[in-house]
């Protein structure tokens, strides 16, 4: 038996959210309907994150470009009220003809056409670079600090020049190494400039239900946010992940996931994810992003052609960071293969998916303690009083929890369940429903968590009917049906003959069998569904 004690101190940190860096963002464009409506628009709409990073805000948009990603906005993050954390993939070459002050003003102006005008008011903060890249020179500022903070100042001015309420980013470097001589650096030269320090994690061959390294990242986090409250800052993890070592080819270079094609630790590895989200929120940070939601697509030719698809390969080519004609990168949540048409979800969606919806920005911290050395928990309430809270159980045996909290709930946990042996996979990616109900005796919630496994409790839902679906009809093989106009309502579930055959946020399926019997349900923000 484990115990947790769930405390509620009179002043609590304030979190801004679990969520994930978005590089489809400026690849709408090569996205077929189908793939959009029942994959990209369908999950993202169903988690809802409400911080995302996202490769955004070049100097060398044009307006066609920027047009783009703000129907895409609409689409996302208008939608989830997402805060987002803008980043060039690079910065350019900076050869004896680069002009950083005419650079920093393309910038403010096309960020004030995005904010201003097209109404992406959620663009709140933005770094210079990614990881210090200039050209194709990955982490080439490293060397050349005081380069940074001369040409973070450049676009510091241009933000104000132009009214921006755009907080600057700095370093967003990587590294779980040795990371403080450039932290160190960033935080004694930047923070006339910077609004929130960050930092990235990639962990390497880290071996699943380590105690040692959680607590070693949760120390590193804690120290990285006490520096920055040194300056009166927050701090962002703005990336994270789990890779594995050993993975090169002859001409391609592939950037992949621990997890993609190892589905023997597929489902182990969806656990350490998590536990990056508990030491994230538990030591302080104001948010964190995995990297990345979605699976980039395979490699493509960066040039230019006369088509509109290969116009968008291009466009792809060019603002979705760097080497993507060279490398694979696979890091996704989820799947990204059009020669194949697989976009399955992999396991670690069904934890992080879990931890991006339940686990929102403006919630404030809980203080969790519990008495064993494999449990990873954490705790935030929301401003309507609701409370959600994780645990992860890296035990080999079943852990039964006797649970106390000062946070008084009230109405009982909705329960949502993972299990690294067997995940619960889903053919069209919806999220696993609630299997149960906690409630409390005396003030203390007894249940049990799993072996190897992840539970999810949380009083933010509500029980209620969404709306029916209505003018259901085939026709010219298309299913069709009447809009949903349920304010509540996230996306659509499709069935013939009681079997689902697609989720979507469409008002409409493409049907070879214009004869069945169909029909559709509204699903809603809670996971609720008329169709059990």
Not at 44 to 52: D, K, L, M, N, Q
Not at 271 to 295: H, K, M, R
């Amino acid at each position: 038996m484990a115990n947790i004690k769930i405390t509620k101190p009179a002043h609590r940190w304030l979190f801004g959210g679990i969520g994930f860096h978005n590089s489809e963002a400026t690849m709408s464009g090569i996205m077929s309907d189908d793939f959009k409506n029942q994959v990209v628009l369908k999950c993202f709409r169903e988690i809802s994150p409400t911080y995302a990073r996202v490769f955004t805000g070049y100097a060398d948009w044009s307006k066609e470009d920027m047009d783009r990603f703000a129907d895409y906005y609409d689409q996302t993050f208008r939608k989830a009220n997402t805060t987002l954390y803008l980043v060039p993939g690079r910065m350019p070459y900076m050869d004896k003809d680069f002009n950083m002050e005419e650079y920093a003003e393309k910038v403010a102006c096309n960020l004030e056409y995005l904010i201003n005008q097209r109404k992406c008011t959620k663009i709140r903060h933005y770094c210079l670079t990614n990881e210090l890249a200039v050209g194709k020179d990955r982490t080439v500022l490293t060397y050349n600090l005081p380069l940074f903070k001369e040409l973070q100042e450049i676009l510091y001015s241009a933000f104000r020049r132009h009214k921006l309420n755009v907080g600057l980013l700095a370093l967003d470097s990587s590294g779980f190494g040795d990371p403080w001589p450039q932290f160190d650096w960033a935080v004694n030269n930047l923070a006339d400039t910077t609004e929130c320090f960050c930092h990235h994690l990639y962990f390497w061959d880290v071996k699943t239900g380590d105690s040692a390294f959680y607590e070693r990242l949760k120390s590193m986090l804690e120290t990285m946010v006490s520096r920055s409250f040194s300056k009166e800052k927050r701090f962002v993890l703005g990336e994270f992940g789990f890779k594995q070592s050993g993975r090169v080819h002859k001409a391609m270079f592939e950037d992949s996931a621990s997890y993609v094609n190892f589905p023997e630790i597929e489902g182990d590895v969806a656990l350490q994810y998590p536990e990056v989200c508990c030491a994230t929120i538990n030591s302080g940070c104001l948010s964190g992003c995995a990297w990345t939601l979605f699976d980039y697509p395979d490699p493509m030719l960066s040039e230019d052609g006369d088509t509109q698809e290969e116009k968008a390969l291009f466009d792809a080519t060019r603002f979705s960071g760097h080497g993507v004609s060279t490398r694979y990168n696979k890091n996704g949540m989820i799947r990204w293969c059009d020669e194949e048409k697989d976009y399955r979800a992999y396991a670690p969606y069904y934890t992080m998916g879990l931890m991006a919806k339940y686990f929102r920005k403006g919630s404030r911290v809980l203080v969790p303690e519990f008495d064993d050395k494999d449990l990873r928990v954490t705790a935030v309430t929301n401003s309507d009083g609701s409370m959600s809270l994780a645990i992860v159980n890296w035990k080999e045996q079943d852990q039964q929890i006797t649970l106390t909290c000062e946070h008084k709930n009230s109405k009982p946990f909705r329960k949502y369940s993972y299990n690294a042996k067997n995940p619960p996979y889903n053919a069209f990616n919806d999220l696993q429903g609630h299997d149960g109900l906690v409630g409390q005796k005396d003030g203390v919630y007894t249940f049990i968590v799993s072996a190897r496994s992840m539970i999810l409790l949380t009083t933010d839902y509500q029980d209620r009917k969404p709306s029916q679906i209505e003018k259901v009809v085939v026709k010219d093989g298309k299913l069709r049906w009447k809009a949903c106009d349920d304010l509540e309502h996230v996306y659509y579930r499709v069935y013939k003959k009681d079997v689902q055959i697609a989720s979507t946020v469409a008002e409409y399926l493409t049907v070879t069998d214009q004869t069945a019997d169909y029909e559709v349900y509204s699903v809603d923000k809670y996971g609720n569904c008329l169709k059990k």
